[in-house]
């Protein structure tokens, strides 16, 4: 009983070692495993909470300024950018777009920057690398990372991020953005090309599914290394936006010793690979990988150091972010992810003080939060209690409802489809859709941009004025009767076909396979039967929609789409006409093609932001607000629960290695821990209280039967 009374230094329900919890650990969780790890391949949220706080691209967003602002983080400084004619002459920064034939980005890395220490490193006394060439005697004692003895580190070089570009070019390693990276960087492609040649070639040499190329014997003509640690970027034309993906893992450096390391066929066997064992020069290194369990970032001994921003944007300061400006970073020494596949239980060890931070999942919104009559956000009484807090962000994300624009019904550019679409546009009621479907987590669009990219257009200056209309002030969905109206104008009064005399039947497909989907599909039927229209859903699984969709079978959808990095270009994109599904295999699953917006996307595209790129930007999003090929949906909104201990939270939607800002106050969780987590001791009580009194019974019978025989 004692054992339980709460007396140790732990509360008595603790899932921590003894003393943990006094230390700077952040503890989190995260709900499927990471599938992978190497920055060439890894493009997925939950795979970037861990390698964006190991590897270290050239560039990063700023933490705390908005909008999102593009500093170094390796680099000595922002990349110098020339532009060039197609004779490699230096043209001036104002040359347009059109003229330009090459840009050339010039990156210097700052010196005595070293990765963390790692196996891959360690050398003899010769300074030959131990284990590049592993016998068989040696791979027998060779289990996981940890195995091996020795550890090494080297400095970084400006020929590892060069390393790096060549690997997103090797198609073995099937790195989600080389399509991308190919129609720009000079010589991406054919070095992709040699690549799999060489690839196959080995092959069949030497028997092996994944020989080793050395990627260093092998020339990309676009890249070029000045200096230990200079090196340029050559791209066709002017494209901008290559500096935010400068700011992606996927630019991070990697040392050729990787590769040579990993590729050792005995390695992979015992799954040690690249994937799950990553090298970098971050403020974290990866402890600890065991998916089944938990996952742990632990402090990087030989971090090159970084400082906490000393400035922000001017609310920073009052809400207590800048208190720790300038101070050295990581401000934990580790933080501790472990596997949550059910909510409930993580919503239950967030109370107890067991996670610093929460999501709110459905099952615990309203225990969570509570919106005031003039519909504003706030924490429930039982929150503010425990000091939680309340942080909220629009996502720089959108989820539409899409038109097949190659549809003879709800396609293609007639008055009769454009005034139909326009209809179903109003009737749609999306700020109910939130309200239900989302918690209240999202804010209905106005067009394809959402808040926090440039281009976008906040408040009543930027509503869209063929779906809503400004009263008293204040953004309101155009009243069903306008809509009932554009149905009759479009030849479909009452909602009825004129050719049949019946309903006009339309189709949506979908993917809804589960109990929560049939009231979404519900939802959408009532909304088209405000119009008269008969909506048939047609679900099906993940792949056939994808088949429908390529092929260009569906007739209505919805879709979505997160942004890689703060730009317009990155969503209107998603309706340029070469980009479509069905003609080019792109992301314009709608189809749409319109030859004013593509040329109006072309001129834009590669533009430096200013009052002429916003101008055209305007001009885009009016041409698709006027022919509608999405229902522009909504941009979720972010809502996330902290403790009082956890400092530092500042949304920001691009940054993905923030870790290294986070503060914690852990004498305060211990305190808050032990508060909230009193021992229980009455089902023990209880417990013995029922045992005593089952065993009076046999030791009455006991004590007779000694009578019995003493006599």
């Keep these: 009983m004692l054992s339980l009374s709460g007396c140790g230094e732990n509360p008595w329900n603790s899932p921590y070692r003894s003393g943990d919890a006094a230390a700077p650990v952040l503890y989190s969780s995260f709900s499927e495993r990471p599938k992978h790890l190497d920055p060439a391949r890894s493009y997925s949220s939950n795979e970037y909470v861990f390698i964006a706080q190991i590897y270290e691209p050239p560039l990063q967003y700023h933490f705390l300024k ?10 000595d400084g922002m990349p110098q950018v020339s532009y060039l004619d197609a004779a490699g002459r230096e043209l001036s920064p104002d040359t347009p777009a059109e003229q330009i034939a090459f840009s050339l980005y010039t990156v210097r890395i700052q010196p005595g920057i070293r990765y963390q220490p790692h196996p891959l490193f360690a050398t003899d006394e010769s300074g030959a690398y131990r284990y590049h060439q592993l016998s068989e005697a040696q791979l027998e004692q060779i289990h996981t990372l940890d195995d091996f003895a020795e550890r090494g580190s ?49 092959k069949q040499e030497t028997g092996q599914d994944r020989p080793y190329l050395d990627l260093r014997e092998f020339e990309m003509a676009g890249l070029k290394q000045l200096d230990r640690y200079t090196y340029t970027i050559r791209i066709k034309g002017k494209y901008p936006q ?17 590769d040579r390391f990993y590729a050792q066929p005995g390695l992979w066997q015992r799954n040690i690979k690249l994937d799950w064992y990553p090298v970098g020069t971050g403020p974290f290194m990866l402890a600890e990988n065991n998916p089944n369990l938990r996952m742990v970032l632990a402090r990087n001994p030989n971090f090159h150091g970084e400082r906490y921003p000393n400035e922000g944007e001017p609310e920073d300061r009052a809400a207590g972010l800048l208190e720790d400006a300038g101070r050295s ?48 956000v706030g924490l429930t009484d039982a929150m503010r209690e425990k000091g939680i807090q309340l942080t909220t962000a629009v996502q720089s994300s959108t989820y539409y409802f899409g038109f097949n624009m190659r549809d003879s019904v709800v396609g293609g550019d007639s008055e009769r489809a454009r005034l139909l679409r326009r209809a179903i546009a ?37 509503h869209n004025p063929y ?37 006009l039947v339309l189709n949506y497909d979908a993917v809804a396979t589960g109990p929560d989907d049939k009231a979404r599909m519900n939802w959408w039927r009532k909304q088209f039967a405000k119009l008269g229209i008969q909506l048939v859903v047609r679900s099906s699984d993940y792949n056939r929609f994808q088949e429908k969709m ?103 939607l691009m940054a993905n290695n923030t870790l290294k800002y986070k503060r914690l106050e852990p004498a305060r969780r211990v305190e808050s821990q032990r508060a909230w987590n009193p021992p229980v001791l009455w089902p023990v009580i209880t417990g013995l209280l029922i045992l005593l009194i089952s065993l009076m019974p046999a030791v009455v019978v006991f004590r007779r039967r000694e009578r019995s025989a003493a006599r």
Excluded at 66 to 75: F, H, V
Excluded at 345 to 367: A, C, E, V
Excluded at 437 to 450: D, E, K, L, W, Y
């Design 66 to 75: 908005r909008p999102y602002q593009l500093i170094a983080l390796t680099a």
């Design 154 to 202: 080297r400095e970084l070089t400006a020929a590892d991020y060069i390393y790096q570009i060549k690997r997103l070019a090797f198609s073995r390693f099937h790195s989600p953005i080389a399509g991308t990276m190919g129609e720009y960087i000079v010589g991406f492609n054919a070095l992709t090309k040699r690549l799999r040649e060489e690839e196959q070639r080995l």
């Design 242 to 258: 290559l500096l935010y993906w400068m700011a992606m893992p996927f630019f991070a450096p990697m040392p050729w010793e990787a």
């Design 329 to 376: 970073l990581p401000l934990v020494e580790r933080a501790v992810y472990s596997l949550e596949k059910e909510t409930i239980p993580y919503w239950n060890k967030f109370l107890q003080g067991y996670y610093d931070t929460s999501g709110i999942s459905s099952d615990s919104f309203d225990q969570a939060v509570q919106f005031s009559d003039q519909g504003d």
């Design 426 to 462: 109003i009737a749609a009621d999306y700020e109910e859709f939130i309200s239900i479907f989302a918690n209240g987590r999202g804010v209905p669009a106005q067009g394809p941009i959402p808040q926090g990219i440039y281009g976008h257009r906040p408040g009543v200056a930027g």
């Design 467 to 503: 779906v809503y209309e400004v009263r008293d002030g204040k953004i309101r969905r155009r009243p069903i009767e306008q809509a009932k109206a554009l149905m009759a104008q479009a030849g479909y009064p009452g909602g009825r076909d004129p050719q049949t005399g019946k309903p």
């Design 550 to 652: 390529r092929k260009g079978t569906a007739q209505m959808f919805s879709w979505g789409w997160n942004a890689d990095y703060p730009d317009p270009e990155n969503f209107l994109f998603l309706l340029y006409g070469p980009n479509a599904k069905v003609k080019g295999e792109g992301e314009n699953a709608a189809n749409y093609e319109n030859p004013e917006f593509d040329r109006l996307f072309n001129k834009m595209k590669n533009m430096d932001n200013g009052p002429e790129r916003l101008a055209i930007i305007d001009l885009m999003v009016e041409l698709l607000r006027r022919e509608g090929p999405w229902l522009w949906g909504y941009h979720p909104k972010a809502f996330s629960l902290h403790h009082a201990w956890y400092h530092n939270v500042k949304p920001n």
